[in-house]
């Protein structure tokens, strides 16, 4: 059976549909939550609210968006959606501030025209329908945080983990209009984020993970998962031409030494993993860029293409049944939201490219089906 697409393409006034996650309710439907960008712009900074969408039948087709959280500062993305064991959903976000704009700063600082970048928490206990109040997860000084979409995990023991890219200096005078407005120290280091009381109250790891002195990229856009031996190993996206891992045996208080992880070879883009319930293997997605795929990516893809699936039923150790879901040599693939749902997986992720369309401004929803 072939997989089901839905796209939601930019269009005027609308300039960016970008990355978000699922949850399933109760009831069976789908929630997806995402960022759908408003105005001209579709850079990182630029306006856009939290909105979600509802699937009835698995995720094969999706009603029209309604707002979540509209836009509450300079910029608000990278939504994470997470069932709790407690029965609530919690969602994350980041929310992008120019400082001038913030009423009262945590501290005083000489150049309020720099952007702060930070997650934010909210829950809902009715399926959805309404949400709490945000509030700032780890409420730092003003810093720049990166922390992607679908990324919070809740292990067995009850633990939120929220993994984060932490880039200490901000640059002054960032432009509305900058693609990339994000720090001018572009070496990240990760730090993670814990709470045992079903987010109520948040603390930094005993350990962060710090990069190789070698490696300019640091260790951005990182992700967790659960082991079955009760270990957590982290992932990073680097610029060493593959991810990095990082394994944790104290619940993500501390962190081993971060490694070359080769069997996912990669160009500053990032990797998604979680594990099939059915089955119990990980399943991994990621841009490829292992030659044995014959495709050569172009600039327009900015070499994230193409985008492959594969499984472990080893916990990671080795990686079977490789397919590619997505080719174009002139689009790019990332930023993927991952639910597996009667009998099917859903994938969400970047899908722009080509002419007169940047990667990220695109965004594509594939149900694969599933055993």
């Known amino acids: 059976m072939s997989d089901t697409i839905t796209n939601l393409f930019h269009g005027e006034g609308n300039p960016r549909n970008s990355e978000g996650a699922f949850v399933e309710l109760k009831d069976g439907r789908i929630l997806f939550a995402y960022t759908r960008y408003k105005g001209g712009s579709w850079a990182d900074a630029a306006t856009a609210d939290i909105v979600g969408r509802v699937s009835a ?28 064991q407690d029965g609530r959903i919690a969602l994350i976000f980041l929310e992008k501030s120019w400082l001038e704009r913030i009423p009262k700063l945590r501290r005083p600082v000489q150049d309020k025209g720099i952007l702060d970048c930070r997650p934010w928490i909210s829950f809902s206990s009715d399926e959805g329908e309404t949400w709490t109040e945000p509030v700032d997860v780890c409420e730092y000084p003003p810093i720049y945080i990166v922390v992607n979409n679908d990324r919070l995990v809740q292990l067995s023991s009850g633990r939120l983990i929220l993994p984060m890219a932490i880039h200490h200096k901000t640059s002054p005078n ?83 030494q971060a490694v070359p992880a080769p069997e996912f070879p990669s160009n500053e883009s990032p990797l998604s993993i979680k594990r099939d319930p059915a089955s119990g293997d ?44 997505e080719g174009e040599p002139d689009h790019g693939f990332c930023y993927i939201a991952m639910l597996f749902t009667q009998g099917g997986l859903l994938l969400a992720y970047c899908c722009g490219g080509g002419k007169g369309c940047a990667v990220l401004q695109d965004l594509r929803i594939r149900r694969i089906e599933w055993k």
């Open 174 to 256: 960032i432009k509305d209009d900058q693609v990339l407005g994000e720090s001018n120290h572009s070496r990240s280091e990760t730090f993670f984020y814990l709470s045992d009381d079903g987010g109520a109250n948040w603390r930094e790891a005993k350990q962060c993970c710090y990069p190789p002195q070698w490696l300019t990229s640091g260790l951005r856009e990182p992700g967790v998962v659960e082991l079955k031996d009760g270990r957590v190993m982290a992932w990073f996206r680097t610029n060493a031409g593959h991810q990095y891992k990082a394994f944790s045996s104290d619940g993500g208080e501390s962190w081993t």
């Open 57 to 84: 039948d698995g995720g094969r087709s999706w009603g029209d968006w309604k707002l979540i959280f509209a836009n509450r500062a300079q910029n608000v993305m990278s939504v994470s959606l997470l069932r709790l």
């Open 282 to 325: 990980l399943v991994a997605v990621w841009s490829d860029l292992d030659p044995r795929w014959g495709i050569k990516p172009t600039p327009e893809s900015w070499f994230r293409t193409p985008l492959v699936i594969a499984r472990s039923s080893d916990d990671g150790k080795t990686w079977h049944d490789h397919r590619i879901l």
